[in-house]
């Protein structure tokens, strides 16, 4: 979710009042609805396995994004979690030369760009995953990803990604999901797609999306079941930290609120108060749980997150991920440092980290950062 749009979307509910029109800020609801996630029947968790069943015994998944501005957890946390599982060979691929700029935090080599994926694998990938992008029109992506499923792969827009498939004309008659925030303008884009509710994902003839960005997690375990089976993925879900995983959401539960959007409005506005947080490269760190802290640190309007290393060199994470440090540091000041909690699992760094935004902010910043992020904390 861009933190731009949202600030935007805020500061005209702030800026009415001061224009006579108070009334609008105070129509927002004042909570979210308190919704339960309706059970998802299992011949539709049956069908969604069957959807997602690969062409090869061993399947190719091509996680795609643009080289200015793709969302990093969108573009990690499936590369790191399908890489762990060691089901599928992973790659991440930009639509051009050059390291991939994350949003809001991170900066990543990719392993090649699309034209070099297509001159080595003609016939395609099983599985394109599409993550958030700062473009949904972007002419190399949308071309691409309309090549890909013409070969057959199976198409995953990862949260505010449906917006980048339905560009791409491959949702026009579908059943479709996106995060909460993006719902209206996907609709409005893209008419055609039929919206289904209370599901964290949605799979239609040959293409796949997902609720907010946490989302990633059940949907790479879902596709890791269909590709290996259900032991495997509960082998791989307790690594990640998690005791389930479904389509199950309530819709409901993530709405634009007043106390969210006062909070983001305050924290904004509070910029004598906004702080650089380092977050530290070690080899080895896991990236599914580094790239959860970075993005929940940089979504509370309070602080940014700068990635530092002892050497300038890029830095290799536990599944591959060569990560570009903002800088060379080894002395960041000690109460303004971030944690990936490398001892935890990565589920449960994402609650950690949440537990520190609110010691350190209170918890509408926590909920707030939660909410972007979609996930029912």
């Given amino acids: 979710m861009s933190k731009s749009w949202l600030i935007w979307s805020v500061a005209a509910l702030v800026t009415l009042p001061a224009l006579g029109f108070g009334g609008w800020l105070f129509s927002l609801p004042p909570a979210t609805a308190a919704a339960e996630a309706p ?7 049956e069908a969604m396995l069957a959807s997602l069943k690969p062409k090869r015994a061993r399947p190719l998944v091509a996680v795609v994004g643009i080289n200015d501005a793709t969302e990093t957890t969108d573009y990690l946390m499936p590369t790191g979690i399908l890489r762990r599982a060691n089901v599928a060979d992973v790659v991440m691929l930009a639509t051009g030369r050059g390291p991939v700029q994350l949003y809001p935090a991170l900066k990543v080599e990719p392993d090649a760009t699309v034209a070099e994926f297509d001159a080595t694998h ?27 499923a ?3 792969a199976t198409v995953i827009g990862v949260c505010a990604g449906a917006k980048v498939v339905g560009a791409a004309g491959l949702l ?10 993006y719902l209206g303008e996907m609709l409005k884009r893209s008419p ?22 946490t989302a990633s997690m059940p949907m790479m375990l879902t596709l890791i079941e269909a590709i290996a089976g259900r032991a495997r993925a509960e082998a791989v879900a307790r690594d990640l930290g998690l005791k389930e995983w479904s389509a199950r959401h309530a819709s409901a539960a993530f709405r634009f609120t007043r106390p969210f959007a006062m909070t983001v409005l305050a924290n904004s506005l509070a910029f004598w108060n906004h702080e650089d947080f380092g977050l530290r490269l070690a080899p080895g760190l896991d990236e599914v749980s580094l790239a959860l802290a970075a ?33 060379t540091d080894t002395t960041w000041p000690e109460d303004r440092r971030a944690s990936a909690f490398p001892g935890s699992k990565p589920a449960e760094a994402l609650d950690q980290t949440l537990n ?8 509408p910043t926590a909920d707030a950062v939660a909410m972007q992020l979609e996930y029912p904390r």
């Fill in 172 to 181: 026009d008659g579908k059943r479709a999901t996106t995060h909460w925030y």
């Fill in 192 to 213: 055609m797609v039929a919206y289904v509710a209370d599901r964290r994902m949605v799979a239609d003839a040959g293409v796949v999306t997902t609720t907010g960005i």
């Fill in 150 to 152: 013409k070969k057959g």
């Fill in 39 to 45: 059970a998802v029947p299992r011949e539709e968790a």
């Fill in 122 to 148: 003609p016939d395609g990938a099983d599985y394109v995953i599409v993550p958030a992008m700062s473009r949904d029109d972007d002419p190399a992506v949308l071309a691409w990803l309309r090549s890909q």
């Fill in 295 to 327: 993005d929940a640190w940089s979504r509370t309007y309070r602080s940014s997150v700068t990635i530092y290393a002892a050497a300038s060199d890029t830095v290799t994470s536990r599944n591959g991920v060569r990560i570009i440090p903002d800088r």
């Fill in 356 to 363: 520190a935004i609110a010691a350190r902010y209170g918890e």
